[in-house]
Protein backbone atom coordinates (compact mmCIF):
# COMPACT_ATOMS: atom_id res chain seq x y z
CA UNK A 1 0.00 0.00 0.00
CA UNK A 2 1.18 3.46 -0.89
CA UNK A 3 0.13 6.36 1.05
CA UNK A 4 1.41 9.81 1.70
CA UNK A 5 2.15 10.62 5.11
CA UNK A 6 3.04 14.18 5.93
CA UNK A 7 4.13 14.72 10.02
CA UNK A 8 4.77 18.00 11.58
CA UNK A 9 7.72 19.65 10.89
CA UNK A 10 9.31 18.50 14.22
CA UNK A 11 8.24 14.90 14.04
CA UNK A 12 9.55 15.05 10.49
CA UNK A 13 13.23 16.62 11.72
CA UNK A 14 13.69 13.64 14.51
CA UNK A 15 12.84 10.88 11.94
CA UNK A 16 15.61 12.28 10.17
CA UNK A 17 17.56 12.41 12.61
CA UNK A 18 17.26 9.14 14.14
CA UNK A 19 17.56 8.05 10.16
CA UNK A 20 20.43 9.29 10.08
CA UNK A 21 22.16 8.14 13.32
CA UNK A 22 21.29 4.74 13.11
CA UNK A 23 22.19 4.70 9.29
CA UNK A 24 18.91 3.58 8.27
CA UNK A 25 16.19 4.45 5.21
CA UNK A 26 13.37 6.94 6.77
CA UNK A 27 10.61 4.46 5.56
CA UNK A 28 12.87 1.73 7.53
CA UNK A 29 12.65 4.60 10.54
CA UNK A 30 9.25 5.00 10.29
CA UNK A 31 8.25 1.61 9.85
CA UNK A 32 9.85 0.11 12.57
CA UNK A 33 8.49 2.85 15.42
CA UNK A 34 5.23 2.19 14.05
CA UNK A 35 5.82 -1.47 14.41
CA UNK A 36 6.84 -1.29 17.94
CA UNK A 37 3.67 1.47 18.64
CA UNK A 38 1.22 -0.89 17.41
CA UNK A 39 2.91 -3.90 19.42
CA UNK A 40 2.27 -2.24 22.67
CA UNK A 41 5.90 -1.68 22.80
CA UNK A 42 7.43 1.64 24.70
CA UNK A 43 9.31 2.91 21.97
CA UNK A 44 12.78 5.18 23.22
CA UNK A 45 15.27 6.24 22.08
CA UNK A 46 18.50 4.70 22.55
CA UNK A 47 21.32 7.32 24.17
CA UNK A 48 24.88 6.09 25.14
CA UNK A 49 26.22 6.41 28.10
CA UNK A 50 28.75 9.22 28.22
CA UNK A 51 32.18 8.09 28.10
CA UNK A 52 34.21 8.74 31.36
CA UNK A 53 37.91 9.10 31.77
CA UNK A 54 38.81 8.28 35.37
CA UNK A 55 41.95 10.07 35.87
CA UNK A 56 44.55 8.14 37.66
CA UNK A 57 47.55 9.44 40.23
CA UNK A 58 50.76 8.92 38.38
CA UNK A 59 52.76 9.91 41.36
CA UNK A 60 56.46 8.23 41.37
CA UNK A 61 56.77 5.95 44.30
CA UNK A 62 58.92 7.46 47.23
CA UNK A 63 62.60 7.04 46.32
CA UNK A 64 62.41 7.07 42.52
CA UNK A 65 63.73 10.35 41.39
CA UNK A 66 62.07 11.31 37.69
CA UNK A 67 65.00 13.59 37.09
CA UNK A 68 66.81 10.33 36.65
CA UNK A 69 65.75 8.58 33.93
CA UNK A 70 68.88 6.31 33.61
CA UNK A 71 68.44 5.10 37.53
CA UNK A 72 64.96 4.05 36.64
CA UNK A 73 65.66 2.11 33.86
CA UNK A 74 68.56 0.41 35.38
CA UNK A 75 66.10 -0.53 38.59
CA UNK A 76 63.46 -1.95 35.82
CA UNK A 77 66.38 -4.37 34.18
CA UNK A 78 67.26 -4.99 37.33
CA UNK A 79 63.93 -6.47 38.29
CA UNK A 80 63.65 -8.13 34.59
CA UNK A 81 66.47 -10.04 35.35
Known amino acids: MRTTF ?3 PD ?3 RLREIARTTNQSLNAVV ?3 LRKALQGERVRETRRK ?3 VKAHDFQPKPGIDLEKPTEILAEIERYEN
Do not use: H, R
Open 11 to 13: IAD
Open 50 to 52: PYI
Open 31 to 33: NDL
Open 6 to 8: TPA
